[in-house]
């Protein structure tokens, strides 16, 4: 749906949303539904040459489009505010507008919801076609290069971009962080916000993949997953614990648990915290009852060999780079086995070091830790406290959740609320 771009000698538009991911596209929607009663123009104005790459990568193409239980203990950022604005729009609304597009979700095992097409296609098709039945306007490869506010002389925005620029009466900024920069968000948003008045906290990779040191044994284990307890440590204090699923890879650790505890070393790092992880590969039990067991098992058990009694709990493939790490012969048995050879092992199984060297870069990070400060915005409307008008939402704000579709949901609330009050 291209469109030429309005020039300044043009009439203002009324709303122009700036970014046209989930919660850009979101935003037009309600802003077209809510003013779909009277003569009004909406243009969607986005850097890319197609909306919704974001989207479309999204949950291994299948776009994970929320959770089936979110609550503000699924987000990083101020819990009052994100309290607030999920209940203005919930699970439940998500689930009825999708359906209501045309889009049915389906819940997995997991709790997580998506298409029952398995295609994010159906996501961003979707929201195009919704767009096209409110006549809301869509402005590819426009990067916006910067935004002049309202003067006595010119009583609105000037959206100066690639194509040209846009006068408009109102703003909704929707321009994403810094994560996935290929789909067209490179934090150059940011650069927008602050200059309409608005503060930005540092920003950090989040949900991202970790690489380890070449010498751990990662390689070995590539496409193993399973359970473990992940512990994240800073200047000596525990800042993060979770349990989940790990996956080791070619290059390190991903699945759901690294996934989220990356966050909490990424800022430890780049802040100067000196962090260190820790995984225990036996979720629940601690140094003491697996060194017990250990003991039993050389009493009670002395010819079976270490090696078989940690594969009963264990994938044979980790048991045996265990072994190795520690030195033990694979051969050797619960009744041979020294005392310290065992409590180092115990420790390898229940404080397993994750030698992390970086994480995997922008490229791989899913969302951006840090942004807009949630209370430079009025959580009941999205606007900006800074600057009337401007409205703001999704990504660009200092708040990001869990790995799930809580991103998604996220998105989807705040893009309601923005476009909804935006043309009230």
């Known amino acids: 749906m291209p469109t030429m771009p309005p020039t300044a000698h043009e009439p203002p538009i009324d709303l122009a949303v700036i970014g046209g991911g989930a919660a850009g596209l979101t935003a037009a929607i309600f802003a077209g539904e809510a003013s779909a009663d009277r003569a009004r123009r909406i243009v969607v104005i986005d850097s890319a040459k197609a909306l919704g790459a974001k989207i479309l990568v999204a949950g291994g193409g299948r776009c994970n489009v929320t959770h089936d239980v979110v609550t503000p203990a699924d987000f990083n950022g101020s819990r009052n505010v994100v309290r607030n604005i999920l209940a203005a729009f919930d699970v439940q609304a998500t689930v009825r507008w999708f359906d209501s597009m045309g889009v049915k979700l389906k819940r997995e095992e997991t709790g997580k919801l998506f298409p029952v097409t398995d295609s994010a296609r159906t996501v961003v098709d979707a929201l195009l076609e919704r767009c096209h039945d409110l006549n809301i306007e869509i402005l590819t490869a426009a990067k916006v290069q910067r935004i002049g506010r309202p003067t006595s002389e010119q ?27 290929r789909s067209g968000s490179d934090g150059s948003g940011w650069e927008l916000v602050k200059a309409l008045g608005h503060t930005v906290t540092p920003t950090h990779a989040a949900l991202a993949p970790l690489t380890l040191d070449a010498r751990m044994f990662h390689a070995e284990l590539s496409g193993l997953s399973l359970d473990v307890e992940l512990s994240t440590y800073a200047q000596g204090k525990r800042i993060d614990h979770r349990s989940g699923s790990l996956l080791w890879t070619h290059f390190g650790i991903s699945g759901p648990v690294v996934m989220d505890a990356s966050r909490h070393w990424i800022i430890a790092k780049e802040t100067g915290g000196g962090p260190e992880m820790f995984c225990n590969l036996l979720p ?34 980790i048991s045996a780079c265990l072994m190795a790490r520690e030195n033990i012969e694979p051969t050797t048995t619960c009744g041979q086995l020294p005392r310290d050879a065992r409590r180092a092992l115990t420790h390898a199984v229940t404080k397993l070091p994750l030698p992390i060297q970086n994480h ?14 949630l209370q430079e915005i009025d959580f009941r409307t999205m606007e900006s406290r800074k600057t ?17 579709g809580f991103n998604f949901q996220w998105a989807w609330a705040t893009g309601y609320l923005a476009g909804k009050n935006a043309m009230r």
């Open 360 to 373: 995997r870069g922008w490229n791989y990070a899913e969302v951006t830790a840090g942004g807009v400060p």
């Open 388 to 404: 009337p008008s401007l409205f703001l939402a999704g990504e660009i704000l200092d708040c990001d959740g869990r790995i799930g």
């Open 155 to 181: 009583p609105c925005f000037m959206i100066h971009h690639d194509r040209g620029s846009t006068p408009a009466q109102r703003i909704v900024l929707s321009t994403g962080g810094r994560s996935l920069p």
């Open 284 to 317: 629940g039990e601690s140094f003491e009852s697996v060194e017990q067991w250990l003991i039993e098992l050389s009493r009670s058990r002395p010819k079976l060999m270490v090696m078989n009694a940690l594969s009963d709990r264990l994938a044979q493939r």
